[in-house]
């Protein structure tokens, strides 16, 4: 797109100005920070700069998903390898989700506070580090402690992920918020998929005697996506418009609207800015969380991640010990098994929620998808140790659950923490929501080999309550992030104005 120069005295309309009318023809003068949150919400035509920022995004969340899923068939061998009870196994797999929790919660501040392309920038090295010193441990002890390295990532990166799927899409049309927020879930799953293929590989061509340190390369493996994103973010990464307004950079983030979004941005003579801004974040951030505006969508928001959650860890995480295990099948069963399910129905149901979530909204994709996820578990309880044909019956369940969770609530968990607050606030927001999930991650974890081993097939009948839960939760509260403007809730306060009033 070409922009047209700017001449002094032009009558150049304002973006707030032009909101309601749509993206004007010609350019549009920036002000102030609510000029630039206009502008894009209301943006139309191609933005091939936004786009590229889009896929590091999820080039993002890919490696989040590899690092979280990448144990998940190897933890049988490092049972055997490290001679592991039922809890140290549970420890090792809930590892990750320690580090998350110290992750999220100082990335989410971080990434609201120093911005978002300083914290893209350095999570990747904590995966290349994590994914390396795992592949490698010696013990349980050192697989832990580079399992946490390997979750500070992961938690850094899941905020400030989801803040640029937010802020460099459009509120509404095609590729709009929401839509952009949900396509985490079919890159989530596809990443696992990818972790499953490069097991399928390395099952088939490793010498037998190889074969108990097969989860060893799978590990390290994550070491080379990470190091690919981190050279590429490089070049095509820039900061948050949106973000670079509220601090006060309108210069920057006219910039960017220009070179990233195609956007005929103008900006205003200095002397005509508005410099009211948001408060930066500070620690009563995660206050405002609970305030009166947003305390109802803080809490839908925890629900659907903490009961989706649950159910996903025990079923998705426990994919191959449930087939192995309570299934009884072998480990190429287990494995194309695993495949399948992930790359058939998590991704394809992760597609098919991105292409209806416009339509239909988060609410009514995360309360369809609580009650099939009940009904498919309350079913695999019901059939107990599953016999020939009834094997592949419970395997489809399995897939059904997957593929209503990518679809639904585990999809929407992401929009409902990410959409239901301002730029001002989102980071805070994601990153409080990603440390509460991921503390029941780690109980559910650490719980779920302890119940399978006691209960067998009976485990899934206490599973069923967090999808139950998780649809009572979201057919009580009307909330629905899907459309909403929450930009232009962001309080401004008039910085120089305070400032005078003070003197």
């Known amino acids: 797109m070409t922009s047209t120069p700017f001449q002094p005295g032009a009558a150049v309309p304002a973006a707030a100005d032009t909101a309601s009318k749509g993206t004007p023809a010609g350019p549009v003068l ?30 993002g969340i890919f490696m989040d998903a590899y690092d979280f899923s990448s144990l998940a068939f190897g933890i049988t061998q490092i049972r055997q390898q490290f001679g592991l009870d039922g809890f140290m196994v549970g420890l090792v797999n ?97 990443a696992t998929g ?14 037998a005697e190889q074969s108990g340190h097969l989860w060893r390369f799978v590990v390290g493996f994550g070491a080379v996506p990470a190091l690919v994103v981190l050279l590429v973010r490089r070049r095509y990464l820039a900061e948050s418009p949106q973000w670079l307004a509220n601090q006060g950079d309108l210069v920057g983030a006219v910039d960017i609207l220009r070179t990233k979004h195609s956007m005929d941005a103008v900006l205003a003579p200095r002397e005509q800015w508005d410099t009211a801004k948001p408060a930066k974040a500070s620690r009563r951030s995660f206050a405002v969380l609970f305030s009166r505006r947003y305390r109802i969508r803080t809490l839908v928001a925890l629900a659907v991640s903490v009961f989706s959650t649950f159910g996903y860890n025990a079923v998705a995480y426990g994919t191959p010990l449930i087939i192995s ?16 399910i992930n790359f058939g129905f998590g991704v394809g149901g992760g597609l098919v929620g991105v292409s209806l979530v416009s339509k239909w909204g988060s609410r009514k994709l995360a309360l369809v998808g609580f009650v099939v996820q009940a009904v498919s578990l309350l079913v695999l309880a019901a059939l107990g140790i599953p016999g020939g044909v009834l094997i592949v019956f419970a395997v489809l369940m399995l897939a059904m659950f997957i593929f209503f969770q990518a679809f639904g609530p585990g999809a929407q968990l992401m929009s409902y923490a990410t959409l239901s607050y301002p730029t001002s606030l989102r980071g805070v927001g994601v990153g409080f929501n990603q440390a509460v999930l991921r503390a029941f991650s780690i109980v559910s974890l650490i719980a779920f080999p302890v119940l399978a081993a006691a209960l067998g097939t009976n485990v899934f009948w206490i599973i069923a309550l967090a999808p139950l839960l998780g649809a ?12 909403q403007d929450v930009d232009a809730e962001d309080t401004y306060d008039d910085v120089e104005a305070s400032a005078a009033a003070r003197a």
């Open 94 to 190: 809930a590892s990750i989700f320690l580090g998350a929790v110290i992750g999220a919660l100082g990335g989410g501040y971080l990434v609201d506070r120093f911005g978002r392309y300083r914290l893209f920038m350095a999570d990747m090295v904590f995966f290349v580090v994590a994914a390396l010193g795992c592949a490698v441990a010696p013990n349980e002890w050192w697989l832990i402690f580079f399992r946490v390295i390997m979750g500070i990532g992961v938690g850094l990166d899941l905020p400030v992920a989801m803040a640029f799927l937010a802020e460099f899409s459009r509120l509404r049309g095609k590729g709009n918020r929401t839509q952009r927020v949900n396509s985490w879930s079919p890159a989530w799953y596809a």
């Open 472 to 483: 009572l939760s979201v057919a009580l509260v009307k909330w629905d992030p899907t459309g």
């Open 194 to 207: 990818v972790g499953y293929l490069i097991v399928l590989v390395l099952f088939l061509s490793l010498p």
């Open 30 to 59: 920036i002000r102030s920070a609510r000029d630039v949150a206009s502008a894009l919400a209301h943006q139309q035509g191609p933005q091939k700069g936004a786009f590229a920022v889009v896929v590091l995004a999820l080039g």
């Open 325 to 340: 295990t309570l299934f009884k099948q072998g480990p190429l069963v287990t494995i194309l098994s695993s495949l399948v």
